[in-house]
């Protein structure tokens, strides 16, 4: 069998030329007649593969030198816990809840800090984003927290939070490189690459210079202090070489193929396939508030939960995989990453097209 057109949101696609280059380095990386996965964290060889990846994501982003750059395991969820834990100082945090990963970011916060819910888009299930010009910050936040594009509702912010001075926190991992960001905008930025920039199993965390403490609570895991991350240069322990590696390969498959702004174009161009289709057909429909659509995360309806079930069966016979919805929203979700072709959107545009005529 050969490839099929991937629409999983996470692990989720990765770009053909990337899958090539590891399958051609495996036996062999570069003379040295081993694996990246083989090979010691502490040799040159790798010391390169990790510099590289860093200073080629410092470059596709723009990030300033007063931020620093680390590689952690643990996912998304273990950063959920570390926000409250290296930031916390009044004891107080804010936190906007626009759907499953905010809230559970929100709930696990909790534990280690008092949360308000400045805004939450829950009352419409999610399907927009709150106006976030003029919230009611409270004047001792450590933080003010957000989860930028929302993988299971397919919602993104149009505008970032007026923060009103306070530090900006922002899980960015199913939106992460898919286009320009303005790093200086933010406190902290993470993301989980297994959405799009590489496999499950690592996750890439920026965090300005000051907001790195050494006097956290005694409760705080080392490994989950990132002054000991930070400093240590993703060297602390053990991390998880082969996932930095092809995180590498997919930072330089980007610069190669123009970096962010190109990514972003051909990123819109392929939603609006999609899009386009959703606003005509009279079988499928979106489910978002058209302003705060993601270009990563499409989530679509027939409106009949049997129908939606063939859709998906009869997709993934015609190599149109992955399009079974999120079980908390059902129905489909066709997730659009920088590695889907735009022939990919085009094709399951042509079967939905097909599929509307046949049922
Ligand atoms: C997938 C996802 C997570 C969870 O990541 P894990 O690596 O599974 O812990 C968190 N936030 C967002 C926005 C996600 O899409």
Known sequence: MGRVYNFSAGPAVLPE????????????YKGTGMSVMEMSHRTKMFEDILGRAEADLR??????????????????????AAV??????????????????????????????????????????????????????????????ICQNNTIFGTKYKELPNTKGKTLVADVSSMF?????????????YAGVQKNAGPAGLVAVIVREDLLRDDLPAYVPTMLKWKTQADAGSLYNTPN????????????????????????????????????????????????VKEYRSLMNIPFVTGDKELDALFCKEADAAGLVNVKGHRVVGGMRASLYNAMPIEGAQRLVEFMKEFERTH
């Not at 899958?19 to 062999?28: F, G, I, K, S, V």
């Not at 409250?84 to 100082?89: A, C, S």
């Not at 320009?180 to 406190?187: A, C, F, H, N, T």
């Open 59 to 80: 470059e596709l982003m723009g990030i300033p030198s007063n931020y620093k750059v680390f590689f952690v395991q643990g996912g998304g969820f273990q950063q959920f």
């Open 241 to 288: 070489c082969w996932a930095i590696y092809v995180c590498g390969l997919v930072f330089d498959w980007i610069k190669r193929t123009g970096g962010l702004e190109a990514m972003k174009e051909r990123n819109e161009k392929k939603a609006k396939v999609l899009y386009d289709f959703l606003d005509e057909s009279s079988m499928f429909k979106g489910m978002v």
């Open 177 to 189: 490189l898919s286009e320009p960001m303005d790093v200086e905008k933010y406190g902290v930025i």
């Open 84 to 145: 409250p834990m290296n930031l916390t100082v009044n004891g107080v945090a804010d936190y906007i809840d626009t759907g499953n990963w905010s809230n559970k970011a929100l709930k696990e916060a909790r534990k280690y800090t008092d949360v308000h819910v400045i805004a939450s888009s829950e009352d419409k299930t999610y399907t927009y984003i709150p106006d976030v010009s003029d919230l009611s910050v409270d004047e001792n936040a450590d933080y003010v927290y």
């Open 17 to 28: 030329e990337v899958l090539r280059q590891c399958a051609n380095d495996m036996m062999d």
